[in-house]
Nanobody, 125 residues
Framework: QVQLVESWGGTVQAGGTRRLSCAAS????????MGWFRRAPAKEREFVAA????????YYADSMKGRFTISRDHAKNTKYLQIDSLKPEDTAVYYC??????????????????WGQGTQVTVSS
C-alpha cells in the first residue's frame, strides 16, 4: 500500500508562486498515474491536474491551464504541483492521489485512491 504525504502549503501573497510536493512511501509510484485535487471552503473537491506514469500525457482542468504545472520525479518518488500567479480563489486544501482505475475519466476523483491528508494553501490579497 502506498502512502502519500503532501507538503509545502502555507500562506502566500497573491501573485506569488508555490510548489507543492507529494511524497510517496511504501512502494514506488513510478508506474502509477497520479492526480491533484483541491477543496476550497464550502465547495466540492475539484480536479486540478493529472499526469501519467511516464509523463507522456498531462491533464489540466480548463480553469487551471496556464498557471498550474504538474510534474514528477521518479528518483525521489515524488510528484509536484506548481501554482503561479496565485489568486485568493486558489485558497484550498490540495490533495494528491494515485490513480487506481485503468483509463477512464481522469477528471473524476472516483478513479483515485491512497489519498494524502492534504496541504492547506491560503492566498492573501
Amino acid at each position: 500500500q502506498v502512502q502519500l504525504v503532501e507538503s509545502w502549503g502555507g500562506t502566500v501573497q497573491a501573485g506569488g508562486t508555490r510548489r507543492l510536493s507529494c511524497a510517496a512511501s511504501g512502494r514506488t509510484i513510478s508506474r502509477y498515474d497520479m492526480g491533484w485535487f483541491r477543496r476550497a471552503p464550502a465547495k466540492e473537491r475539484e480536479f486540478v491536474a493529472a499526469i501519467t506514469w511516464d509523463a507522456g500525457t498531462i491533464y489540466y482542468a480548463d480553469s487551471m491551464k496556464g498557471r498550474f504545472t504538474i510534474s514528477r520525479d521518479h528518483a525521489k518518488n515524488t510528484k509536484y504541483l506548481q501554482i503561479d500567479s496565485l489568486k485568493p480563489e486558489d485558497t484550498a486544501v490540495y490533495y494528491c492521489a494515485v490513480r487506481v482505475q485503468s483509463g477512464g475519466n481522469y477528471y473524476s476523483p472516483s478513479g483515485y485512491g491512497s489519498w494524502g491528508q492534504g496541504t492547506q494553501v491560503t492566498v492573501s490579497s
